[in-house]
């Protein structure tokens, strides 16, 4: 027991009250508000964030069961200063309209283009095992988590296309 | 109460569906392991996630159907925290069940089920019973079943027991709040497959939406011919009852069966022979005969 996570980098303690989401201490007790809250019962995706290298809802986890964990939310992939290639892509691509879903979008495609390069598999896969590639297809049902109230569907999977299309080997 | 991934049991309780006093949080107890067994099998930790279960080597090569049917269920975030244990947990999405201003006799016995003569399209067409009609959500489990694994399960004092998870999920009788058989005291530790047995290994999830979407008829499905006759046909169903649903007659009657489309209705008339809609889920019924016929004209290769 550590008593601490890791949020981009930085330790904190864990928040006093063992029932706050781990969205609402991100939010909340760290003032990182770029992790947004859509519907809070993980059906939509905008609170997804990075722990320990995997992409979860955290309004669907507490703080407090992430003890020593490692987290990365939206602020730690980029900056306006130095934007992370999906985050360079979505202005690119204009794949946002309200820009409320961006944020979850962006920490699952981020996520999600490791897991293709990794060969994991999804329901749209052909195979269960071989090479992955991000065409459409498999990057609609990789994001299937992350909705999009504004529609800009097509110009996410866009911005993820360039992106994907430019770490090819 | 223990908490895993927690991602229904947080939802049931900013519902307050659930009201526990205490979580346990269990993440670090081990358990995560997908192991060979000594048979041939394989073991699956009770806290291994269903994505570690998904993409296991040995899951894809030797039971493909478990990895398309975790691949079916839910989103890429809710699958990476989602554990064996609590996916088998997992409770109703019945509307009446998740809204605690509506009667449930899950949720509050003896309130009444509001589903019965209500809005019922996720609803259950085998195995009610005049309290509930509720369905099981998960696609893992509908796999697992197919599979006929088993669940292994730690008894107070130390013990352990192992149920079939054909006989792990209840159906509603006179108690629905049970939703399946656990003890006070016990905990799921892992599941159980039997040896590999190959064969053609199909999940076919009817829903809504194409992704993102519980099961309106699911079908798991391990089909085996020689010399054009069924030598095997292990099927379950998801989105028909308060459990996956297996009935053995269905391989009785396929095994050593030609294919044809006359076939297949006979196994769609076994398997609906007990159905019972409740008007806005009388569509599942010939679902389930369609998508049953398509499963197993894919699976042999024979037309319908």
Redesign the interface.
């Known amino acids: 027991m550590t008593d601490h996570i890791t949020v981009n980098g930085s330790s904190h303690d864990l928040p006093g009250d063992?029932r706050v989401?781990l969205l609402d201490f991100l939010r909340q007790d760290l003032g990182l508000t770029g992790t947004k809250k859509g519907c809070?019962?993980?059906q939509c995706?905008a609170c997804?964030v990075i722990v320990n290298g995997?992409?979860?809802?955290s309004?669907?986890?507490?703080a407090?069961?992430h003890d020593g964990d490692s987290v990365t939310t939206i602020e730690g992939l980029g900056t306006p200063d130095a934007p992370s290639d999906l985050q360079k892509a979505f202005v690119a691509h204009d794949g946002y309209q309200c820009g409320y879903c961006t944020p979850g979008q962006i920490c699952?495609a981020t996520?999600?283009l490791e897991?293709i390069a990794s060969g994991?598999?999804?329901?749209a896969?052909e195979e269960?095992?071989g090479d992955m590639s991000a065409t459409p297809e498999e990057i609609?049902?990789?994001m299937?988590?992350n909705l999009c109230r504004c529609g800009a569907y097509a110009n996410i999977v866009a911005a993820i296309r360039d992106v994907a299309g430019t770490q090819q080997p | 109460m223990p908490i895993a991934g927690g991602t229904n049991l947080l939802d049931l309780m900013k519902l307050q569906v659930e009201i526990p006093e205490q979580l346990l949080d269990i993440n670090r107890l081990g358990m995560t392991g997908i192991d060979d067994t000594a048979d041939g099998g394989l073991r699956i930790g009770a806290l291994a996630t269903n994505t570690a279960t998904a993409n296991h080597a040995r899951v894809r090569n030797d039971y493909p159907i478990l990895s398309r049917a975790i691949l079916a269920g839910a989103t890429q975030q809710l699958r990476n925290k989602a554990t064996t244990g609590g996916n088998l947990c997992q409770r109703t999405r019945c509307y009446y069940f998740t809204n605690i201003d509506q009667p449930c006799n899950k949720r509050d016995p003896g309130s009444g089920c509001g589903a019965i003569d209500g809005i019922a399209r996720l609803h259950a067409v085998l195995g009610t019973s005049d309290q509930c009609i509720a369905t099981y959500p998960g696609d893992m489990a509908v796999a697992m079943s197919a599979l006929d694994a088993r669940v292994e399960i730690a008894t107070p004092g130390d013990g352990s027991r192992s149920v079939p998870v054909r006989d792990f999920h209840c159906l509603p009788g006179d108690a629905p709040w049970r939703d399946n058989v656990l003890e006070a005291g016990e905990i799921i530790t892992g599941v159980t497959l039997p040896p590999p047995i190959g064969g053609k290994q199909l999940y076919r999830k009817v829903r809504e939406r194409s992704s993102y979407a519980f099961a309106l008829v699911s079908v798991a499905a391990i089909i085996d011919l020689e010399e054009g006759l069924f030598t095997r046909a292990d099927l379950a169903f998801g989105g028909l009852a308060h459990k996956p649903w297996h009935d053995p007659r269905l391989s009785e009657l396929l095994v050593g069966q030609k294919p044809s489309a006359a076939l297949f209705d006979q196994a769609a008339d076994l398997l609906l022979d007990s159905a019972q809609g409740y008007g806005e889920n009388d569509f599942k019924i010939p679902l389930a005969r369609r998508t049953l016929a398509a499963v197993l004209s894919e699976a042999t290769g024979f037309g319908i």
């Open positions: 063992p989401s809070d019962h993980g995706g997804t995997m992409r979860i809802n309004c669907l986890t507490l407090a069961m699952a996520a999600m897991e994991w598999p999804s329901d896969s269960l095992s609609r049902e990789r299937s988590g």
